[in-house]
């Protein structure tokens, strides 16, 4: 299993061996960046929360996923359910680019 991130917002879940995406997550603001980028061909400023940068799997159970975001805050997802389970909002004055579980 393989987890990448992306600029606009979301982390793919691959399952290496066929090379297919199992699971898509998103940040909160996920639809307004991509409505944005869509008819724009630009991101909006108001958009930009969604940039994920860093992404860090969970030792305990590997069901949990951390995200750094461009807004500063970290996102916690559930992986096998496929949704967030909570925000911390703007942990940082500025963008996180780096996020990690310590074991």
Do not use: Q
Request: proline share 4%; hydrophobic share 30%.
């Amino acid at each position: 299993v393989l987890a990448s991130s992306s600029y606009d917002g979301s982390i793919m879940i691959w399952h290496c061996p066929t090379r297919t995406i199992t699971s898509i997550l998103h940040s909160p603001d996920h639809r307004e960046l991509v409505k944005s980028w869509n008819s724009h061909n630009a991101a909006k400023e108001s958009g930009f929360g969604s940039i994920l940068y860093s992404i860090s799997w969970s030792p305990d159970n590997g069901n949990e996923m951390a995200a750094s975001s461009y807004n500063g805050s970290v996102y916690i997802f559930n992986i096998k359910k496929s949704e967030l389970i909570t925000e911390l909002k703007s942990l940082h004055k500025g963008p996180c680019y780096k996020v990690d579980y310590c074991y």
